[in-house]
């Protein structure tokens, strides 16, 4: 049997080759080239190197069976003709079944739920084949060599959209590091209520970054806990829930001082009753990042040099329960359609964790490819 792959797949490789069984079906398995899949399947228990149908089917249901059920796998099993008696379906037949699992329309599947589900797919292949390398790299972690090359910070990427390149940051640091950034986007619960500022979330971070202290650290002003109280009490929202995808504006208080000039605060979050608990709709984060670009265009007139730059979390991505792909698929259906239509946004994305970077960075080079 082949020793273990000692790097990572390739993402966007394998998510061209599920693609291909996408367009094709599973009945027509033996006839497709998918060699990283079929080296993934001889890598694994059954694979037997002869007869690459069968154990890359094997692959794919595995990986499916990951996705955790509900939506996201039903539409992937329907996708890929891996659901029962769907084996022989045309392509066209497939979407649309998986279409209606989403209560979408073909077309919008096919530009953005399509997307995130075969993503996911791949996703799962990718931490399938790791599997087989997690111990090398465990004990690789726990005695590094002082030589390693500590990964990036900052990441710039070229994304091929509508056959341009657009330029998308990445950070991979706390949100309260930004720097020379126009907009922040601060994901809200409905009731525009920060939490308490020594909290790890991003708008706790933001709420104690942008507050104003003496020199021994006392706080002098809540800044933007008080600006964006204000906001509310402005548009007749204290002590009541605004409709989610509602976007409120404070300034960055503090935050200033490193060139931050806006906090766009985005209701994605509500609360369930009597718990400490909320539920993010992704249809509420498009909504509400498609809001922050329509705010900015106002805004952007009243200050100079014009507001140009904008920064997103992963909204919901937290105590929201949305996944990290979740999130992202719901972010960039909004910020897609800002950039196809030619608009000259320069934008960033922020996450704490290198593995999260590296989760955007393989959608980001694979968001713009034409099917």
Known sequence: MPSPQPYPLDHRTVLAEVRKVRRAGVVRLRELAVPVLAEVAR?????????????????LRLAVSRMGGGTLQTAAEYSLGLAQGTRDWPSADRRRRAAQVYGVSVERFRKHHEFMVLGQVAEQIVQVAEQRVGRERARVAEHPSPLAELPAAHRSLNVRLHR????????VHSVDLLRDIDVVVSPSNTYFALPAPYKSSVSATLRRAGARR?????????????ELGDWAARHGASGRAALPGTVAVTSAGALAAQSVRRIYHVAVAVPRPETNDYDVQP???????????????EESRRYDPPLRSVCLPLLGAGRGGLTPLESFAALWAAVEAELARGADWDVHFVVRRHARADLLERLLTTAGEEE
């Open 214 to 226: 003496d020199p021994t650290g006392g706080l002098v002003e809540d800044l933007i806990h008080d």
């Open 43 to 59: 890598e694994l228990p059954w694979g037997d190197g002869e007869s690459p149908g069968g154990p890359v089917e094997k692959v």
């Open 283 to 297: 249809a509420d984060i498009t909504r509400g990042v498609a809001r922050v670009f329509a705010l900015m265009a």
């Open 164 to 171: 341009r390149a657009v330029p998308v940051t990445l950070h």
